[in-house]
């Protein structure tokens, strides 16, 4: 009969500790992934977009925020973009790069960004003759609670970058 109570005690005492863990958010649900696409329609060629935004380090000269970008020679390369106010700087290491399918991908190695496992690809392909699309596409995790921020902060890097290159494309 005492070992009966004192198993149903523990047992008791094991649901309300795993309760408690819950409440507290020990075993909260991990934020997942997510993903985030965009693109725009350029009026040039591919390969002459390419040549324009392909060299790794030519994202200074088409995302506004970004005043420099210091690539550190090696292979596969790695970044460092400051922003032109000097209070933000990101590490990104190359991933892939397919210079027949105008395509290179990155990754964060670091970002004050509210995001881990940060990975991204920006490709251009042929739409019409003399038109191409420039997509951007990235996945990554968001800090937990700072979802919105996440997606809000990378669609206005991301829409900023594509309409940087279509004003190159101007006619």
Request: hydrophobic share 40%; aromatic share 8%.
């Given at each position: 009969?005492?070992?009966?109570?004192?198993?149903?005690?523990?047992?008791?005492?094991?649901?309300?500790?795993?309760?408690?863990?819950?409440?507290?958010?020990?075993?909260?649900?991990?934020?997942?992934?997510?993903?985030?696409?965009?693109?725009?329609?350029?009026?040039?060629?591919?390969?002459?977009?390419?040549?324009?935004?392909?060299?790794?380090?030519?994202?200074?000269?088409?995302?506004?925020?970004?005043?420099?970008?210091?690539?550190?020679?090696?292979?596969?390369?790695t970044?460092?973009?400051?922003?032109?106010?000097?209070?933000?700087?990101?590490v990104?290491?190359?991933?892939a790069?397919?210079?027949?399918e105008?395509?290179?991908?990155?990754?964060?190695?670091?970002?004050?960004?509210?995001?881990t496992?940060?990975?991204?690809t920006?490709?251009?392909?042929?739409?019409?003759?003399?038109?191409?699309?420039?997509?951007?596409?990235?996945t990554?995790?968001?800090?937990?609670?700072?979802?919105?921020?996440?997606?809000?902060?990378?669609?206005?890097?991301?829409?900023?970058?594509?309409?940087?290159?279509?004003?190159?494309f101007?006619?």
């Open positions: 009969m005492k070992n009966d109570i004192t198993a149903r005690r523990i047992t008791a005492l094991v649901r309300s500790a795993a309760f408690c863990a819950l409440a507290l958010g020990f075993g909260a649900m991990p934020v997942s992934a997510a993903n985030l696409t965009r693109s725009v329609e350029v009026n040039a060629a591919p390969a002459a977009v390419w040549s324009v935004i392909g060299s790794f380090c030519a994202i200074k000269d088409w995302l506004p925020p970004v005043g420099t970008c210091i690539e550190d020679g090696k292979s596969p390369p970044r460092t973009l400051v922003t032109k106010d000097g209070k933000a700087s990101f990104e290491t190359q991933t790069r397919n210079e027949k105008y395509s290179y991908s990155y990754a964060f190695v670091s970002s004050p960004l509210p995001v496992n940060y990975k991204s920006i490709e251009v392909t042929a739409k019409d003759d003399g038109v191409s699309i420039v997509t951007w596409t990235g990554y995790t968001p800090d937990s609670g700072k979802e919105k921020d996440a997606i809000d902060a990378l669609s206005g890097v991301y829409e900023a970058g594509l309409a940087g290159i279509q004003a190159k101007k006619k």
